[in-house]
T-cell receptor
Framework: AQTVTQSQPEMSVQEAETVTLSCTYD???????LFWYKQPPSRQMILVIR??????QNATENRFSVNFQKAAKSFSLKISDSQLGDTAMYFC???????????FGQGTTLQVKP | ETGVTQTPRHLVMGMTNKKSLKCEQH?????MYWYKQSAKKPLELMFV???????ENNSVPSRFSPECPNSSHLFLHLHTLQPEDSALYLC????????????????FGPGTRLTVT
């Protein structure tokens, strides 16, 4: 069974600083994908970044990057140069490449302070 | 319209009412999903449709009845709901690969905030 754990319910960061959100997962599959989704207060869930498990290189999307540690089953999200618009709930998710089932973590609420 | 749309955005219904939630995706995807998001709980997958066929029913009570008439539209029919069914209901879509392998991320709609009184 797939599980995803986010151990930080809430975090805050000053504008322009860097913050890292933690995520650990567990799966018995070899074919899986990992995602970070962002859900701002308006509630639209937006994909931030994705990582294919078979790729060793960490994914990067502008100010967002991940630290994918496959052996440790860790998938953290780093946000550089935080902006007020980054304030949102962030969900880590694991998708089975075989079943298509997407499992979400509990979420981390990030507050970017001016 | 672009992406995934959901209507209505807000819905208040009594326990004896019957209502339906609608989802439409404009991304050319062939798989659609219903999720339930309750406060302080992870998103819960409810139903999955691949190529209009239901492939997953995650032990959802029968008072929730999905319908997928085509790959672009998904409905969730509601009847005799309970107050604990109050939640944000999210629809998502993705592209399923050949042979049932799914390799693409899911795109979400804005959700329907449901309140059962």
């Amino acid at each position: 069974a797939q599980t995803v754990t986010q151990s930080q319910p809430e975090m805050s960061v000053q504008e322009a600083e860097t913050v890292t959100l933690s995520c650990t997962y567990d799966t018995s599959e070899s074919n899986y994908y990992l995602f970070w989704y962002k859900q701002p207060p308006s509630r639209q869930m937006i994909l931030v970044i994705r990582q294919e498990a078979y790729k060793q290189q960490n994914a990067t999307e502008n100010r967002f990057s991940v630290n994918f540690q496959k052996a440790a089953k860790s998938f953290s999200l780093k946000i550089s140069d935080s902006q007020l618009g980054d304030t949102a709930m962030y969900f880590c998710a694991s998708l089975s490449g075989n079943t298509g089932k997407l499992i979400f973590g509990q979420g981390t609420t990030l507050q970017v302070k001016p | 319209e672009t992406g995934v749309t959901q209507t209505p955005r807000h819905l208040v219904m009594g326990m004896t009412n019957k209502k339906s939630l609608k989802c439409e995706q404009h991304l050319g995807h062939n798989a659609m999903y219903w999720y339930k998001q309750s406060a302080k709980k992870p998103l819960e997958l409810m139903f999955v449709y691949n190529f209009k066929e239901q492939t997953e029913n995650n032990s959802v009570p029968s008072r929730f009845s999905p319908e997928c008439p085509n790959s672009s539209h998904l409905f969730l029919h509601l009847h005799t709901l309970q107050p604990e069914d109050s939640a944000l209901y999210l629809c998502a879509s993705s592209q399923v690969g050949t042979g049932g392998r799914i390799s693409y991320e899911q795109y979400f709609g804005p959700g329907t905030r449901l309140t059962v009184t």
